[in-house]
């Protein structure tokens, strides 16, 4: 894979996000729609069937793609909510939709063969022989690969398997296998994989004591930060907690993935597609992250180095790592 | 629903001193119902202009959210009902159940609003509180931001000759700073200074009961596994 | 009740000593009122090695004394060594197998195999899928409700299994919290994990118990316990419940939920002695009520 394939797949929560990744270079912008068939199913957020229908237009006019995320599990009994998400989208003309459910696949692939399915990283599709299990039963066309592969490991992959990678190189961090996380919803009761919410705001506090935030979900204490220590999401896995008698960042710190100087890596190990997390973000974040990567990827089709870039400004804890991309995070 | 006491208990982390500060100064002796026709009008232009605010809300038609611009002498209470909403400017929360506070420099409450800034940014460096009932504020800031707001150019379009005594508020902000910008120290702590007394001593006492608690927690269940 | 619910012991999840683990087996093929039991390393591949001089042993006990073996495939397959295995393993011939990842259950071309907790099965259509890959039997997801199961055991197409007992499997990733937290990288662990048998116990900042650790994955503090749910899924068709093996004495915990599923024991009394028999747990059962997973939902019948 050359630089000059890469794909800038970048996130929308709202159209006026949409329009602000489109503006800011997006190849193509990733979308949900305002219910539980995504899994960034927010208050408020994302797109009603009106708003797809012109967001995809205004993407189209201007070059860029859309595709759009059904990439939660239907709850049994229930599956006309997401088939009727994935036949709206063909109808729209979507570019893609990416699943996560083999159902659900099975569906899409049946009903719109002519319809472009990713493999969302929901899906937790770790190895060539899952990857090439969705491809041989699905015709899936691209996989967007789980958080917990290093370069090397994403290489061989690429290599090995027949159809596009893409991997996510900025944002939010999972630090479990997506899609098989049921931490949030031990704590809250409601599953990220059907219902489209990790730490769901509506079992999240932020209490005050005195110069104190305490974090909460579900009534457990995640965290609590000091005057101007900075603060992270009420996620589990970025939480603070006591075992073997320390307390620590047990999972992980809060930050943010940020690949920026590994990108050149990521395409000379063959990757199709970069992923920018974050469409419960608002369009401030979603413009400068998306300009910055714009400019990276640019540079390196210029072949020129990518030039220093500060987004310390948008990341979780105002920190960022390079995840599991690089083998001493494990 | 929080009481006016809880929000009371709770202040940002940091007051970065700014022109609106200042332009607070000038406002504290105006009682709020003067200015309440200027937060009719911009309701009216938000709603006009941007129905897919209330829209988006309508998932929480009950929902009351007080906006506290911390550098200012008022504070504003949004009830998102999709029929009839309303901001009301008031003194304080005294006496208001609200559902959710938000909290934070006027110059990023108005930044958020159009969508320059990041929320989620603005958490995580502390600049912005928020406290009561998350899902509403979460669903709030994803409607505003999603919505595209321009003030300049929603009023600009629609607003007419009330455009004036909003330009003002922002007009005497940077006049003020001009002028005593030698003693901003000074005015920052006569500003905040009532609202501070007494959270040193209230933090230090619950300190020591959580410490206390924890212990307590952890000798019972040492205990238990002894039993 | 019951016509026929039949029990199973899940693979052990946890780094038990070799010797303690095949004894645990040995006592088990000998003495527990199981009719299937799993076999093999889910967690992590490391621990792998230390396992595999006992397993032809154990196979061959547990086989002696009438007990279905399946033999469980790793959860999260990433590199090449863990893809060998799996082939190696979707390779054996004479013991169904167990697909905790769907690469594995991929390598089987159309052999019956059975589908673990860590594949997420949460519709009739993906249930369906499965099945017409080969799917005989699937055990659902922890956070599965019992509104989930009913629909998939009312499909017919796969046995359904259900987890009753034990600290839940609630997530896995390729870094090592164990390892991490004594400041270890994973690749130079010193296999940390296994000093904790029943996993090591995270407590929020605030001194409440809350999670385990387990090497790479990470469990529920409290112990799922669906003794009082059994007759209630057993008639939404439940045909099969799993028991996650912990260090307390599971020889007595089976026998105990062997007693209710027949109906020799009712479930109060169960409740009771399984409390006898493991003091230090703190029970839990929201999952499948659709509530929490660390509620103890008390005194609300299970609706199916």
Known sequence: MSAENVELVCPAGTPAALKAAVDAGADCVYVGYRDETNARNFPGLNFSRPELADGIAYAHERGSKVLVAINTFPRAGHPQIWHAAVDDAARFNADAVILADIGLCDYASKTHPELRLHLSVQASASSAEAIRFYHESFGIRRAVLPRVLTVPEIAALCADVPIEMEVFVFGGLCVMAEGRCALSSYATGHSPNTSGACSPASHVRYV????????????????????????????????????????????????????????????????????IEGRQRGRAYVGSVVKAFRQAVDAIRRGEPVPPMVLAGVTEGGRHTAGAYERSWR | MLTHRAAQRSRPVDMPFSPVLLAGLALAPVPPRLLQPLFDAILSVVRRRHPDILERLAAYPDASVGIHPVDLPFVLILDAHPESPRLTVRRDFEGVPVTAVIRGPLAMLIALAEGRTDGDAAFFSRQLVFEGDTEVVVALRNAIDGAGIDLQADFAATLGPLARPLRHVFGLGGRLFGRIAHDMDTVRSALLAPALRGADAQTARLNELEAELTALRRTLRQRERRA | MSGGAKLSLGPVLFNWKPEAWRDFYLRIADEAAVDTVYLGEVVCSKRQPFFDPFVPQVIERLTAAGKEVVLSSLALVMSGKEREAARALAAVEGFMTEANDLSFAAALNGRPFAVGPFVNVYNEGTLAYLARLGARRVCLPVEAPASTIAVLAAQGLAEIEVQVFGRLPLAMSARCYHARSRNLAKDGCQYVCADDPDGMPVDTMDGKPFLTVNGTQTMSYRYHNLLGELEALRRAGVGRFRLWPQSCDMVAVAALFRAVVEGRTDAE?????????????????GYIYGREGHLLVDGEALAV
Do not use: H, M, W
Not at chain 1, 238 to 250: H, I, T
Not at chain 3, 270 to 285: D, G, I, Q, V
């Open chain 1, 208 to 275: 005050e004591k005195g110069e104190k935030v305490v974090s909460q979900l579900g009534g457990f204490t995640i965290n609590t930060f000091g005057n101007g220590e900075p603060a992270g999401y009420p996620t589990l896995c970025k939480g603070r907690f006591e075992a073997n008698g320390k307390l620590s960042y047990l999972f992980e710190e809060p930050t943010s993935l940020n690949t920026l100087d590994l990108l050149p890596d990521l395409i000379a190990a063959g990757v199709t597609a970069f992923k």
């Open chain 3, 269 to 285: 009394e169960a409740n009771r002695l399984l409390a006898e028999l493991t003091p230090e747990a703190e029970f839990a059962n």
